[in-house]
């Protein structure tokens, strides 16, 4: 049967959400056009409308709880007060995969459904978590492109030589070289004369003086020089190590600067940008060397990005697998995190399998699955026909319902002209009017009632209509997908990952999709090595 969360004999009660970001409405989304179609919305369908939830310059990617309006949502939930989360579109429940996941967990926990307004979702049926979970993915992968626009905007102006906008690097202001349509100039920076003297001092008695970053540190907080948040922003701070270990890296004190300051940094070629240079080339290159020769090498900067972190369960133990690289290495692996000695003596024997090997056969298993999803289509298709066998015929009901409307309106329609002639009393004709009214209520009840379960019902069919289609764009874009997009179609897709000790010192991996068949799975075995 289908999970309805709600007493049948009466509307579903509806909280409208709505939400827009602040880079949406620089260009020209409003909250008005979501809450106009969920209004429409509810009255076709003959929902009841609580309340309306609006959250505006609030980022998508924010959990809804620490929204203003989502968190009032979420209490509404808690509340019993509403059955149904209703939205324009899906991405303005949320933008990021985690967020949205979480969100339904909570609802659905409650016994609250998500509907879309213009997508075919119901999250009370099967199929419609299906699709939410897909529409999901692909929410987060149009965050992505919105981010990439972004880039490419900011990444003009910097090859135009302004700078891209937030706080600028100590020993430099903004200038704004006129005033656009929206309020804003553009800015570019220049010198500012006595905090550009501190960054002059700190590479000389660093490179001329060879004084380490700590005893920097130490000579300018003894001196009573302000850093840059005492001196602008009028806190107390003091000069730290790390703080000038980042002012003697910072490129931008010769002259340039990369727009992205780490390394392959969403994977576009570096920007760079030109500013007054406080000191000569010679002097940046030369605290360069000295910082490297001072450096020792630290696990932490032989970081990786682990595609299936917390996913991986060891089929020993049942604990997460994590991943592991050692400096020096190129090798990086997942074990079991129960393989510890400070988990004796329940320590796991654990499994060991190679990061990159692992990765490679999910990716391509997922690609496989997107491109060619046709048996679990027909498991979704089989298991609504199997609830249908338990649905009782809703349109004979209908028509039962519109007879017995039509009855009661004939009745209401003989008091009407037999008291307007006087063959009955006024107070017979009132008893009787007021009496069929309550009947006429209740029945429109019921047929309201049916009417949703119809609408739910056709709603689905639209759903598994719809969801081919979803994992054909989903297919399409993981041809060309980033470390990030391919995270979001991991956690949308796989709901267990098992790894166990196979024979010969290989592994097996189980691989469970969320919407195939629990009972099935795929198992590939692998080198430990």
């Given amino acids: 049967m289908l999970k309805t969360g709600h007493d049948v004999d009466r509307p579903l009660r509806v909280g409208l959400y709505a939400r827009v970001s602040s880079e949406e409405q620089k260009q020209g989304q409003n909250i008005l056009a979501q809450t106009d179609f969920g209004e429409s919305y509810c009255a076709t ?31 509404a939930a808690h509340d019993g007060k509403i059955d149904t989360v209703v939205v324009y579109r899906l991405d303005r429940l949320a933008r990021k995969l985690k967020v949205l996941l979480d969100t339904w967990e909570e609802l659905d926990g409650l016994g609250v459904a998500i509907r879309s307004i213009t997508e075919p979702l119901d999250t009370s049926t099967p199929v419609g978590r299906f699709v939410m979970q897909l529409m999901g993915s692909i929410a987060e992968l149009e965050r992505e492109t919105i981010l990439e626009r972004t880039r490419d905007g900011r990444e003009s102006i910097v090859r135009r030589g302004y700078w891209p906008g937030g706080v600028p690097p100590m020993g430099y202001r903004l200038e704004h070289d006129g005033v656009r349509s929206n309020g804003h100039g553009r800015a570019y920076l220049l010198e500012n004369t006595e905090e550009a003297e501190v960054i002059r001092q700190i590479f000389k008695l660093y490179v001329t003086e060879r004084m380490s970053v700590a005893h920097l540190a130490s000579y300018l907080n003894g001196q009573g020089v302000q850093t840059s948040a005492s001196r602008r922003r009028g806190v107390q701070s003091r000069w730290a190590p790390s703080r000038v270990n980042s002012i003697l890296r910072n490129p931008i004190y010769k002259g340039t600067f990369n727009f992205y300051r780490r390394k392959n940094q969403h994977g576009r070629d570096p920007v760079l940008g030109e500013a007054p240079a406080l000191v000569e080339v010679d002097t940046w290159e ?19 990005f682990y595609l299936l972190r917390g996913i991986i369960k060891c089929g020993l133990c049942g604990r997460t697998c994590v991943g592991q690289g050692r ?20 320590r796991c024997p654990g499994v060991r399998v190679r990061a990159e090997v692992l990765e490679e056969m999910v990716w391509e298993d997922i690609k496989g699955f997107v491109r060619n999803p046709g048996r679990v289509l027909e498991l979704l ?9 338990h649905v009782p015929d809703l349109d004979a009901d209908i028509k039962a319902l519109d007879g017995d409307l039509r009855d009661v309106q004939r009745r209401r329609q003989w008091l009407i002209d037999r008291g307007s002639r006087g063959l009955i009393s006024d107070g017979e004709a009132e008893k009787g009017l007021t009496e069929t009214q309550r009947e006429l209520e209740v029945l429109e009840a019921k047929r309201r009632s049916i009417m949703g379960q119809i609408d739910v019902r056709g709603m689905e069919e639209a759903q598994l209509t719809h969801t081919e289609a979803l994992l054909a764009t989903l297919a399409d874009r993981a041809e060309e997908a980033d470390d990030q997009s391919k995270r979001a179609m991991v956690e949308a897709l796989i709901r267990e990952l098992v790894v166990s000790p196979g024979d010969n010192e290989g592994v097996k991996v189980r691989i469970a999709y969320r919407f195939g068949d629990p009972k099935r799975h795929i198992a590939s075995p692998l080198s430990r090595r």
């Fill in 327 to 346: 400096v020096g290495r190129n090798r990086s692996h997942y074990v079991c995190a129960g393989n510890r000695p400070e988990n004796e003596p329940t």
């Fill in 381 to 389: 298709a089989e298991r609504l026909k199997r609830e249908r066998e």
């Fill in 286 to 304: 030369e605290a360069q060397r000295l910082l490297v020769s001072n450096l020792k090498a630290s696990p932490r900067n032989m970081k990786r």
């Fill in 45 to 75: 369908l003959n929902l009841v409308l609580v309340d309306s939830f609006i959250d505006e310059a609030v980022s998508g990617t924010v959990p809804l709880a620490q929204r203003p309006a989502g968190s009032n949502l979420l209490r």
